[in-house]
Antibody, heavy 121, light 107 residues
């Protein structure tokens, strides 16, 4: 059974940093593209970032480019999102999502339950 | 960037109704479109890929159609468990984008 468990969300001050983690199980992690998608309170879904299975290619939304870094440790089956220079508008529930099909697929077939990041003084 | 516009943003319907949601892309995206369902307090659920192919396990009352710039999600006979918010997503290129969502509520 595929499981994605996000962690690391908390209250942080504007300008601060945070690292989110997503522990994956139930599939061959290194074979799948992974994403972060966020949802501000009461708002819609916003794609944040994508990383290929090897970690060799990464993609970012303009709203986070230069501030956020996606990475993965395939030996630990874990996806990360390093978030720097946080702003109030980064406040959201952050979802980790696995893509399908294997080796480059674009569709997010499994999602975690999310971890809440609140940026406020 | 490719913008996706969903309509309506809100609809009220009864059990058994046929419901259609539209997603329009600001430029052609071939069939690189997915649909997701999200219920309150839950993660999105993957419903349809390649604009019209049902993901395994999704009830056949759901269907998708379209290509290029105009797409539709249809629920042929609305069931109580279908009341949720629906999102389209384009996967034609980065940055990936979602539509604004369509909330389907009980009339």
């Amino acid at each position: 059974e595929v499981q994605l468990l996000e962690s690391g969300g908390t209250l942080v001050q504007p300008g601060g940093s945070l690292r989110l983690s997503c522990a994956a199980s139930g599939f061959t992690f290194r074979s799948y593209v992974m994403n972060w998608v966020r949802q501000a309170p009461g708002k819609g879904l916003e794609w944040v970032s994508t990383i290929t299975g090897s970690g060799g290619s990464t993609f970012y939304a303009d709203s986070v480019k230069g501030r956020f870094t996606i990475s993965r440790d395939n030996s630990k089956n874990t996806l990360y999102l390093q978030m720097n220079s946080l702003r109030a508008e980064d406040t959201a529930l952050y979802y980790c999502a696995k893509n399908w099909p294997e080796n480059g697929g674009s569709y997010s077939d499994y999602w975690g339950q999310g971890t809440l990041v609140t940026v406020s003084s | 960037d490719i913008q996706l516009t969903q309509s309506p943003s809100f609809l009220s319907a009864s059990v058994g109704d046929r419901v259609t949601i539209t997603c329009r892309a600001s430029q052609g995206i071939s069939s690189y479109l997915a649909w997701y369902q999200q219920k309150p307090g839950k993660a999105p659920k993957f419903l349809i890929y390649a604009a019209s192919t049902l993901q395994s396990g999704v009830p056949s009352r759901f269907s998708g159609s379209g290509s290029g710039t105009e797409f539709t999600l249809t629920i042929s006979s609305l069931q109580p468990e279908d009341f949720a918010t629906y999102y389209c997503q384009q996967l034609n290129g980065y940055p990936l984008t979602f539509g604004g969502g369509t909330k389907v509520e009980i009339k």
